[in-house]
């Protein structure tokens, strides 16, 4: 109970209904390691919360860019309720140490597991809109999930941004190179070194090679923007 007052505090929203919320945070381990009634875990409330994720994104978009056609508010809306990005958002939020999930899943790094924290974001935002109305998830989803709206955009474009340039260019080969790994099998990180030609330009880390590899790319990006 103690968790839950924690994280309405850290989200600015008081539940009216807290068995809203304690649903949000139940993974289906969690319900099923307790032998809870069926529907008690979040998956209801993920399927609400990414159907008003949706809707609220798309409006957003559509006001922002009005010259923007369909196909491309399409793509942009895709990268910003992806999963990567919603499980970014959910660990700016600590949302991993409020989950309530079974043992097993706890022992191997569920808490920081993405398609959880995604799916446990999303339960969140129709727990939120269940709670206090549509105003209330739309306020939610601005704040926590849609802000650096832009630099969310280029980092998970990164890869190939750099590539147009590096070829437009003419600066050389773009290559990534998987230099180590460390950490146990459920939370293993990868480090990649990023070289453009003869020079090593930045590294990156991950918990998969693709992630330290778009880390990498962020970084020379940066770098080059400096130049």
Do not use: W
Request: charged content about 30%; some cysteine; overall charge positive.
């Amino acid at each position: 109970m103690r968790k839950q007052l924690e994280f309405q505090r850290v989200i600015g929203h008081r539940f009216h209904q807290g068995g809203l919320l304690v649903q949000a945070l139940t993974h289906s381990s969690y319900a099923n390691e307790k032998r809870m009634k069926k529907h008690s875990d979040n998956e209801r409330l993920e399927f609400l919360g990414d159907a008003v994720l949706e809707i609220v994104t798309s409006e957003y978009l559509y006001k922002k860019y009005p010259q923007m056609p369909e196909g491309e508010l399409t793509k942009q809306r895709a990268s910003l309720v992806c999963e990567p990005t919603l499980a970014d958002r959910a660990r700016e939020l600590g949302l991993g140490q409020y989950l309530l999930l079974g043992k097993g899943e706890d022992l191997t790094g569920g808490r920081d597991r993405k398609s959880i924290l995604s799916d446990a974001l999303e339960a969140v935002i129709g727990a939120v809109y269940l709670d206090g109305g549509f105003a209330s998830a739309k306020e939610f989803i601005l704040t926590y999930v849609l802000k650096d709206i832009m630099r969310e955009q280029l980092f998970y474009d990164s890869k190939t941004i750099l590539q147009e340039i590096v070829q437009g260019k003419n600066m050389g080969a773009l290559r990534y190179k998987l230099v180590g790994e460390h950490g146990p099998d459920h939370a293993k990180i990868f480090t990649v070194e990023l070289s453009i030609g003869q020079r090593r330009i930045s590294s990156g880390e991950g918990h998969t090679k693709k992630d330290a590899e778009q880390n990498a790319a962020y970084s020379a990006l940066m770098q080059l923007k400096q130049k």
